[in-house]
Each structure stands twice: as structure tokens, then as C-alpha cells.
């Protein structure tokens, strides 16, 4: 069983930066790791996906911007966020599953309880 713990969620001003990290408790070798968010009103949406390869898949909206990386001694997953914008503001989770990434948040069986991000 796989539990996620994220922080790093803070208010910053647009252009600013933020990394989030996602602390992992249980064996995830193998699994794919990623972040999704959700926005008051919007759907919840991938933001970027890391598998087991190191492949890793991002949002048109973040390309450029985020970068997400994994640190496999402390099972830690980090998403660097730099010039964020007013639309990046949501609620972000660390999430998991076993084997492939897919870009559907209903693939994912193991979420954390999310870190607030706002952008002003």
C-alpha cells in the first residue's frame, strides 16, 4: 500500500516559483508517479507524469515551466514550478499507480491529500 504526503503549496505572485514534494511511504520501484490538479469549477487535469523509465509527459500549459523529478533514495517525487501564472492556481496532487503512466486522473489509485498553489 502506497501513501502520499504533498507540501510545498504556498501563495506567490505570478512569475515567482515553487516546488512542490510528495513523500512517499511504501515500494514504489516500478510505478509511475505523477502530479494533477484541479481548479475551483474546472476539471481535474494531469499535469505531468514520471514512469518507471524516467519517460516523463507534461501539460501543453506547463511545458517549459515545471519540471518533475523523482528521488528514488528518499522516495520523494518533486514538481519544480517557475514562471507561474494566474492560471496555474489549484489544488495539486501527488498521485500513483502501478506500471504504465496514463494522462486520465481515474487510472490512478493513489493520491495525496493535495497542496494549494495559488497564483496572484
Known amino acids: 500500500h502506497v501513501q502520499l504526503v504533498e507540501s510545498g503549496g504556498d501563495s506567490v505572485q505570478a512569475g515567482g516559483s515553487l516546488r512542490l514534494s510528495c513523500a512517499a511511504s511504501g515500494y514504489t520501484s516500478g510505478y509511475c508517479m505523477g502530479w494533477f490538479r484541479q481548479a475551483p469549477g474546472k476539471q481535474r487535469e494531469m499535469v505531468t507524469v514520471?514512469?518507471?523509465?524516467?519517460?516523463?509527459t507534461y501539460a501543453d500549459s506547463v511545458k517549459g515551466r515545471f519540471t518533475i523529478a523523482k528521488d528514488n533514495a528518499k522516495n520523494t517525487l518533486y514538481l519544480q514550478m517557475n514562471s507561474l501564472k494566474p492560471e496555474d492556481t489549484a489544488m495539486y496532487y501527488c498521485?500513483?499507480?502501478?506500471?504504465?503512466?496514463?494522462?486520465?486522473?481515474?487510472?490512478?489509485?493513489?493520491w495525496g491529500q493535495g497542496t494549494q498553489v495559488t497564483v496572484s
Open positions: 514520471l514512469d518507471a523509465n524516467g519517460d516523463t
Open positions: 498521485v500513483a499507480k502501478r506500471s504504465w503512466c496514463r494522462t486520465s486522473w481515474n487510472e490512478y489509485n493513489y
